[in-house]
Nanobody, 128 residues
Framework: EVQLVESGGGLVQAGGSLRLSCAASGFTFDDYPIGWFRQAPGKEREGVSCTGSGDGSPYYAESVKGRFTISRDNAKNTVYLQMNSLKPEDTAVYYC?????????????????????WGQGTQVTVSS
């Protein structure tokens, strides 16, 4: 059984930092695409960042560029999302998702409903 488990969420003041982790069991990350998504109350789930592009380059949504960094440790089967300079508008439930096929192109083109596996989410709340 495949499980993705997110951790590292919490309550932080604006300008603070958090590091989210996404650990997998039953699924070997290898260089498969892993994405981070978030969903705020009343809004649709949106892509934040992903890794595992065919050319190795990560993707970041414009709203988080320069503040968030995605990284992966394949030996630990874990992907991280370092979030700095957090803003109240970053408040959301953050999810990681895994796709079990390699890409020739950017991970940004993978449709959200194409991902094979999803975690349960971790809440990030940024206070002003």
């Amino acid at each position: 059984e495949v499980q993705l488990v997110e951790s590292g969420g919490g309550l932080v003041q604006a300008g603070g930092s958090l590091r989210l982790s996404c650990a997998a069991s039953g699924f070997t990350f290898d260089d498969y695409p892993i994405g981070w998504f978030r969903q705020a109350p009343g809004k649709e789930r949106e892509g934040v960042s992903c890794t595992g592009s065919g050319d190795g380059s990560p993707y970041y949504a414009e709203s988080v560029k320069g503040r968030f960094t995605i990284s992966r440790d394949n030996a630990k089967n874990t992907v991280y999302l370092q979030m700095n300079s957090l803003k109240p508008e970053d408040t959301a439930v953050y999810y990681c998702a895994g796709l079990q096929r390699r890409l020739a192109s950017s991970c940004s083109v993978v449709a959200i409903n194409s991902y094979d596996y999803w975690g349960q989410g971790t809440q990030v709340t940024v206070s002003s």
